[in-house]
């Protein structure tokens, strides 16, 4: 029942969530760099004079997945002030 689920257990699943897609971003953002410095130097794929820089598309992905990891800490934060609220005071009775 949607209506009866405790936030606590919504905030956890969500912070897990978000640190495993921030580990996915960064595992891709490593594949990206070793495939880039292969497609330019040792296969040639591209032709001569043909720029391969990705440091905009570097710079994205490691800003994204910096703020991806902090948003899993926030949520993180934001389960243990519900955890306190909801378990150790009892100020939030409605939702147990």
């Given at each position: 029942?949607?209506?009866?689920a405790?936030?606590?257990?919504?905030?956890?699943?969500?912070?897990?969530?978000?640190?495993?897609?921030?580990?996915?971003?960064?595992?891709?953002?490593i594949?990206?760099?070793?495939?880039?410095?292969l497609?330019?130097?040792?296969?040639n794929?591209?032709?001569?004079?043909?720029t391969t820089?990705?440091?905009?598309?570097?710079?994205?992905?490691?800003?994204?997945?910096?703020?991806?990891?902090?948003?899993?800490?926030?949520?993180?934060?934001?389960?243990?002030m519900?955890y306190?609220?909801?378990?150790?005071t009892?100020k939030?009775?409605?939702?147990?």
């Amino acid at each position: 029942d949607c209506a009866n689920a405790k936030r606590s257990t919504l905030y956890l699943v969500t912070s897990i969530l978000c640190l495993i897609a921030a580990m996915c971003g960064i595992t891709s953002g490593i594949c990206f760099i070793a495939l880039r410095d292969l497609d330019s130097s040792s296969r040639n794929i591209y032709p001569n004079g043909t720029t391969t820089l990705y440091d905009f598309s570097f710079m994205m992905e490691w800003a994204s997945n910096s703020l991806c990891i902090l948003e899993g800490f926030i949520f993180l934060c934001l389960l243990k002030m519900d955890y306190n609220d909801i378990t150790e005071t009892g100020k939030y009775n409605s939702f147990m």
